[in-house]
């Protein structure tokens, strides 16, 4: 798996999490698009000093170290367009951030979030699951907070208040 340890631990980070996981065929394609991606990043005209990859055949991630340049907001734009065309291409959505993934023994699973919920009040998974954060911003978080036991992440501000939360 790329860590991006290369880049300063600030280094912005974007996180595009699929509602399925890819074939290692897909994986192997969407990683060198990503990458590829990455490496003509361009933001007011200027190269980004960046990289990008598919990391767990789900999710695609894109690092910017925003201490050489700022990202802009055509930038953006431009890693929203190119997202937006690998999830047509591959018939995914990379946008339902109520989309959750989490760890189930050795793989990752992944529930809309009512399905979730519903696991959780059966006990199929606890406070102790460990879940993808993918509302971190920068790659210290990707190291450190992208993984967390679900009492830890944002998702319990949604399960323990109201568990009967519609989305």
């Given at each position: 798996?790329k860590?991006f340890?290369h880049l300063?631990?600030?280094?912005r980070?974007w996180?595009?999490?699929?509602d399925?996981s890819?074939?290692?065929?897909?994986?192997?394609?969407?990683?060198?698009?990503?990458?590829?991606?990455?490496?003509?990043?361009s933001?007011?005209?200027?190269?980004?000093?960046?990289?990008?990859?598919?990391?767990?055949?789900?999710?695609v991630?894109?690092?910017?170290?925003?201490?050489?340049?700022?990202i802009?907001g055509?930038?953006i734009?431009?890693t929203?367009?190119?997202?937006?065309?690998?999830?047509?291409?591959?018939?995914?959505?990379?946008?339902?951030?109520?989309?959750?993934?989490?760890?189930n023994?050795?793989?990752?699973?992944?529930?809309?979030?009512?399905?979730?919920k519903?696991?959780?009040?059966?006990?199929?998974?606890s406070?102790?699951?460990?879940?993808?954060?993918?509302?971190?911003t920068t790659l210290?978080?990707?190291?450190?907070?992208?993984?967390v036991?679900?009492?830890q992440?944002?998702?319990?501000?949604?399960?323990?208040?109201?568990?009967?939360?519609?989305?």
């Amino acid at each position: 798996m790329k860590t991006f340890t290369h880049l300063p631990a600030g280094s912005r980070v974007w996180i595009y999490q699929a509602d399925r996981s890819f074939s290692a065929a897909e994986s192997a394609a969407i990683d060198i698009a990503v990458t590829e991606f990455a490496s003509q990043w361009s933001s007011h005209k200027e190269k980004v000093v960046g990289d990008g990859g598919l990391l767990y055949n789900r999710f695609v991630v894109l690092v910017a170290n925003e201490d050489q340049l700022q990202i802009g907001g055509c930038s953006i734009d431009g890693t929203v367009k190119f997202i937006k065309e690998l999830g047509a291409k591959y018939k995914v959505d990379f946008f339902d951030r109520f989309f959750t993934c989490y760890w189930n023994n050795d793989q990752i699973a992944g529930e809309d979030f009512n399905s979730f919920k519903a696991k959780l009040s059966q006990g199929l998974i606890s406070n102790d699951t460990i879940v993808f954060n993918n509302l971190i911003t920068t790659l210290e978080g990707l190291q450190t907070k992208w993984q967390v036991p679900l009492s830890q992440s944002w998702h319990s501000k949604f399960l323990s208040h109201n568990t009967s939360l519609k989305l």
